[in-house]
Structure formats: C-alpha cells, structure tokens
C-alpha cells in the first residue's frame, strides 16, 4: 500500500463546477501538506501548502486538512478551462534527516471543458 | 537563474550506455531533490541534498544511479547500463532550504524526459 493513496481519475467538469480532489495517508507523522499543479511537459507548481488540521483559503482554491482522519482536500471554485493540468497532493515529515523530502500522490488529470 | 534549469530536456539512449542527468538550481537554493514521474504515476523520491552532502539518497532503485553536487550548485545524477525501466522523466527541484516555511515548497524544473530503447 502506498504511503499517500490519490484517485487518478481522470475528472472531466464543465466551466463553472465546483471541483474536489482528494488524498489520503497512512503516516501520521506527515506535518506539511501541499498541492501542486503540473500542466503537460512542464514541472509541477506548488499551489497551496498548509500545515496541521484546518481549511486555507487563496482566491478559488481551498485546501482543507483533516489530521485525525488523515485526509486532504483541495476545492478549486468556479473552475476555467485554464485549471485543466494535474493536480497532485504531496506531503512531509515534520522533522529528521528526510524530512526535505516529499511524498507525492499519484496525481489526479483534471479537464475543465468549456 | 530565474527557474530551476535541467537539461538536455529530452534523451534517447540505447539500452546499456551511461547517461548524465544535469540540474542548475535557483541561485542561493541550498536543498536540491531528484524525483522520478513514470507515465502515469506521481513522483518517486531519488535523493536531496542540502548543500554538497545527500542526508537521504534511500530513493535510488540501484546502485546504477549516482547523483553529486559540487559548489552547492549544480547536479548531476548518471544512470549506468540503463535499462528500458529507468525510461521516465527526472525532475529536478530546489528551494531555498529545508528548515524554514519557505522551504516548504519547491520550484521544479521541467525535467528531462529519458527513453530507452
């Protein structure tokens, strides 16, 4: 089983829907919490991160975090055909020698149609 | 430099030659970090370094791979005697440390797509 589960869809929605994506771990010594975004060919870009249980908001996106049920959540409002990339969540330790080091979801492939 | 530079962008190699990966990160990044994206799948953690050193090098599948970094800059991570399993694309990421919020994210380079035929 891997340490951090992600459904890989892939997730068609028209313009204007709003959108949800999911990962759940199995570590709980997992601290940090990221999204990032990768379009085709390119790198991924980090999105969103937060830290411990709670909901961050920035403009249409919200990351939401549940510790004691180890899930995470990224809700993108009234989503573009230009969000159309995969998103993938990602997560790290808090502390030790790896903790520069990011688990990664299998990332889920998003299409926004017009 | 203003992004995380990796080259070349795309490698054709034949089964059993050695190849040489190359990453120059943001300028003043002390943590570096090799990742690994098969078609399909998220990133698989090869190693990091924080300046010159790789506290953790656990994600290298086989003693094939070696990755180093000389002047707390630039990269090189060589696959020998390749195989048509190591075909993927390697990314490369830098930030500006791991201890700090700032760390917390990384700016990725667009990775060189490796095939092996």
Known sequence: ?114 | GAGVSQSPSNKVTEKGKDVELRCDPISGHTALYWYRQSLGQGLEFLIYFQGNSAPDKSGLPSDRFSAERTGGSVSTLTIQRTQQEDSAVYLCASSLTTGTILGYGYTFGSGTRLTVV
């Open chain 1, 1 to 114: 089983q891997k340490e951090v589960e992600q459904d890989p869809g892939p997730l068609s929605v028209p313009e204007g829907a709003i959108v949800s994506l999911n990962c759940t771990y199995s570590n709980s010594a997992f601290q940090y919490f990221m999204w990032y975004r990768q379009y085709s060919r390119k790198g991924p870009e980090l999105l969103m991160y937060t830290y411990s249980s709670g909901n961050k908001e920035d403009g249409r996106f919200t990351a939401q975090v549940d510790k004691s049920s180890k899930y995470i959540s990224l809700f993108i409002r009234d989503s573009q055909p230009s969000d159309s990339a995969t998103y993938l969540c990602a997560m790290r330790l808090g502390g030790g020698t790896s903790y520069g080091k990011l688990t990664f979801g299998q990332g889920t492939i998003l299409t926004v149609h017009p």
